[in-house]
């Protein structure tokens, strides 16, 4: 079963989100709306307003509010990916050549700057201050995450706490965020909000330990890319760390650099494909994922908080 | 005279300003925070805070409001400044090597992201949803700006309402856009904030092409970088504008590329002096300048209008 399908319900809603989606990035500029067009056709999940949406269903859902806010979450999402492709010198994203690529690193910068300021043009339609609060704390902390992730990079010796704590500020926080945000901007109960924020954040840990895995596991049809990619721009995820346990894998993985080729690279993926460390980060994602349906469990029930459930589930199973 | 002179009864906030700034960039991140102080202590005008001082004088003042939209302003500034320097390979600005330099480009991209992420943090404080509606359509037109401004570089058949468009978004909205909101922080009437805005608008035009000017006319100690950057790196302004009207400079201006030596560039940016371009570039800076009196007139009188036409006739004879 594809994701898609649990959450079928949201179509006609998701439909006017992809629309806005276009709409939003149609600015004065042709070069931009060239640039962003192409990384929006470019499809993904559009996870975050599926959690903007379900959580706004907990509260006094209007499409035409909060819709606003799921697109404006999957605005700084895509202005973020732009931005990481700079850094990670990424020619390829979602199996396309990136922004960067097919223009250059310095339009890449400006339509990443470009795509965030419209999310916040969209943003400026929610009255409730705490959204702008709480949405531009999460913001900093996605930045300070940027910043740490360069510094991270081939640092072997890093622990898993600076694991956890970098896919919390890459991924953790935006999805936590998505769910508050969708349910405060449909006038939910503070304690309700909250608990949606931390079912997102454990949805999200989880979420970013598996896309953490595939980079491992899946194929490059799955991925739209080759796997082994994070390792190889020395991204130290959750399966390398619980390889590196091991004395003699830490010694092969340590060797990775830049310039190694695809051969290399796909024997050490291998190696780690091969060490209990794939189960080991399975068992992590899942500890999060039992988290966060525990705290669902704690929600009013409804048909919204069911898809969750499903959507939570699926992520624990997911392929690409 | 000194331009701080002119505002100098504001200086006690001033200074709590400077250190709002300083606080504000302290991260969780040591090497964001050093980053982003190099750029503080490296200085500036501060022009922007001092413009959302004066236009908050025009109502309900309290400093402890109005500092977060002093701060947020020049950071947004600072965050422009920075991913500028990217774009423009800039080894120096105000003097000292830039982040981009002392660091590198990527981490430069970031940097400008962070400091961008903590003015929004600071302008969430602000409850009123006009605020953060005429800010992000602010900042929409500054990424479109800086976007036009790459395709616009060395692209000398361009037109003088290019160049008027371009520094709108480079300068003038953000300092139209402090005046207005130092104005609605203060919770002053429509009215007058909407005059303060075309206030802002007209003197930060008149800012900008002084700026264009002074990049020809200035010497390296008053700039704190070589004479004729601009034309160097390719921005087609206003003194060039009127240069290449007579045909035999035109044709010297044209051949003006990246890998100019300085000496060639030095005796291109003297047959621009000698023209009549930097006298006719003065009149339209002149111009806007008297707008921006005329429209001052009209608002209520009080020592902050005093203020903001000194700056005013300050800037249309400022030296760098």
């Known amino acids: 079963m594809k994701l898609k399908m649990v959450y079928s319900f949201l179509n006609a809603d998701l439909n006017l989100i992809e629309e806005t989606l276009e709409e939003t ?14 990384l929006l056709q470019a499809g993904g999940k559009r996870i975050r307003p599926v959690f903007v949406l379900l959580s706004g269903k907990f509260g006094d859902y209007d499409i035409r509010v909060i819709k606003d806010v799921a697109v404006a979450l999957e605005l700084i999402h895509m202005a973020s990916l732009v931005h ?3 850094i990670d010198d990424a020619d390829i994203r979602r199996g396309r050549p990136t922004i960067k690529n097919k223009w ?7 339509s990443g700057d470009f795509i965030f300021a419209k999310s916040l043009e969209l943003m400026s339609h929610i009255k409730n201050p705490l959204a ?3 949405l531009s704390k999460t913001i900093v902390e996605l930045c300070i995450g940027e910043i740490e992730q360069i510094k991270d990079k081939y640092r072997f010796e890093q622990s898993l706490r600076d694991y956890l704590l970098r896919i919390k500020r890459k991924t953790a926080l ?5 769910c508050q945000l969708g349910a405060i901007a449909a006038g939910v109960d503070e304690q309700v909000h909250r608990k949606l924020y931390r079912f997102g954040y454990y949805v999200g840990m989880s979420y970013q330990i598996i896309d953490d895995i595939l980079d491992f596991t899946g194929t490059e049809e799955e991925l739209g890319k080759p796997a082994g990619g994070d390792l190889l ?3 130290i995820t959750l399966p390398v760390l619980y390889a590196m346990e091991d004395e003699r894998l830490r010694s092969e993985i340590v060797t990775v650099h830049e310039q190694m080729s695809q051969v290399e690279i796909a024997r050490i993926t291998d190696l780690v494909k091969q060490s209990g460390a794939i189960d080991k980060a399975f068992q992590i994602s899942d500890r999060y994922l039992q988290k966060a349906l525990t705290i669902l469990e704690e929600l009013p029930n409804n048909r919204s908080k069911k898809t969750l459930r499903d959507i939570a589930r699926y992520i624990g199973k997911r392929k690409n």
């Open 174 to 178: 935006l999805i936590a965020t998505s």
């Open 132 to 134: 702008h609060q709480i």
């Open 233 to 235: 721009q020395g991204n």
């Open 84 to 86: 990481d492709d700079v």
């Open 25 to 38: 990035v149609q600015g004065e500029s042709p070069l931009l709306q060239q640039a962003s067009l192409h």
């Open 104 to 110: 250059d690193n310095r339009f890449a910068m400006y």
